[in-house]
Structures are given as C-alpha cells and as structure tokens.
C-alpha cells in the first residue's frame, strides 16, 4: 500500500496561473483533507470532505476550490494564484469520523507562488 | 490567542535524556489527543492517539493528559539521534472530523 500520495513534490507557480493539486489514498478511507503548513503556524485546515460527493469549508478556504473526484482522490485547486499562498500543502484521510479518526499524511507540496 | 499553544523550541538535549514537550490549549470541547513526529521535508506520521484524561504508553513514548488544566505531554525516555524532529500536537472535539494542531516543538538529540 502507498497510503496517501500527492502530486507534484514541488512547485513554481507566478501571481495569477492556476494549477491543481492532486492527492490519493489506498487504504479506503471515506474522509479526506487538505491543509497548509507555515512557519509558527502549524497545519492549518483548508477544506475536508467527509464522505464521496461532500465538502466542507476549513480554517483558511479563501482562494482555493476542491474537488472530490471519487473515494481515493481529492484534489486541490487554486484558480489565481497569489504570494501568500506560498507554502507546503498536505493531504490527509481517515476511515471516519467518530473514535477512531486517525489522519494519515502524504509527503506535502511545496508551492512557491513568485 | 492560538486554540493550542506549542513552545516552538529549538529543544536541545543529549542522547539518552528524558524528553518532555507539551501543549496546552483553549477550548473545553476537545476530547481526543494526538502527537504527529515531522521529519524535515516529510508528512506528519502519527505517535500516540488518546481520548480523554489520562496516560497511555507505547515503548519509549508516553503520552499524558490533563483536561482540569487544558494541558497534554509527550515524554520520550531514553532518546535517540533518530528523535531529532519536529512534534506537533492536534485534538479534535467529539463528532468533529477536523483537527486543530499546535505550531510544533522542533528536537534535537545530539549524539
């Protein structure tokens, strides 16, 4: 099993381009989540989607759309990119919400927005 | 004010020593408890996973927490090179799918 993989690693976008980040997992968990992880700030949540077919608005949504495409994959999108979007992306799941919701990580993206 | 306030270190200790970072935290709802380890250019893998009050062990990690204070600890015995890291800790309030983390204590064991 990979768990939760991420494409690209990295990433060099200038103000303005659009690009789409993509995230899978194969452990057949319903839940999944995108965060943000900045100096001092910790992860921050984005968005999540609870099941296939549902989303959610997190901490900090502004500038990003997410689509939930079937239950592996979950993509992030950012429609116009901007300098304070810079930063490493992750991609989590889980089975479910309820006790046992533990969150596995995939190894990030580090976007760099010029 | 930050819901989880973390000490973002450096912490510097030689190898063998008793390791101790904490979190303490705001809002009275959070019921489960988490410590992720963070290698540099890495995801968070999760450590230690609690609900409620009290301590669990797993080896060299124990993992404490006290709800009357709003205060979590992750104690690691016996500490290793391999322990350099950084540690974030995260909760979540029942019935909640999102967690909340800290910034994160960055380790150093030094051999």
């Known amino acids: 099993n990979a768990g939760v993989t991420q494409t690209p690693k990295f990433q060099v976008l200038k103000t303005g381009q659009s690009m789409t980040l993509q995230c899978a997992q194969d452990m057949n968990h319903n839940s999944m989540y995108w965060y943000r992880q900045d100096p001092g700030m910790g992860l921050r949540l984005i968005y999540y989607?609870?099941?296939?077919?549902?989303?959610d608005k997190g901490e900090v949504p502004n500038g990003y759309n997410v689509s939930r495409l079937n239950k592996r994959e979950f993509s992030l999108r950012l429609e116009s990119a901007a300098p304070s979007q810079t930063s490493v992306y992750f991609c989590?799941?889980?089975?479910?919400?309820?006790?046992?919701?533990?969150?596995?990580f995939g190894p990030g993206t580090r976007l760099t927005v010029l | 004010q930050k819901e989880v306030e973390q000490d973002p270190g450096p912490l510097s200790v030689p190898e063998g020593a008793i390791v101790s970072l904490n979190c303490t935290y705001s809002?009275?709802?959070?019921?489960?408890f988490m410590w992720y380890r963070q290698y540099s250019r890495k995801g968070p893998e999760l450590l230690m996973y609690t609900y409620s009050s009290g301590n669990k062990e797993d080896g060299r990690f124990t993992a404490q927490v006290d709800k009357s204070s709003k205060y979590i600890s992750l104690f690691i015995r016996d500490s290793q090179p391999s322990d350099s890291a950084t540690y974030l800790c995260?909760?979540?309030?029942?019935?909640?799918?999102?967690?909340?983390f800290g910034s994160g204590t960055r380790l150093q064991v030094q051999p």
């Open positions: 809002n009275s709802a959070f019921q489960y």
């Open positions: 995260a909760m979540r309030g029942t019935g909640r799918r999102a967690l909340t």
């Open positions: 989607s609870a099941s296939e077919g549902t989303t």
């Open positions: 989590a799941s889980s089975r479910s919400s309820g006790e046992n919701n533990e969150q596995f």
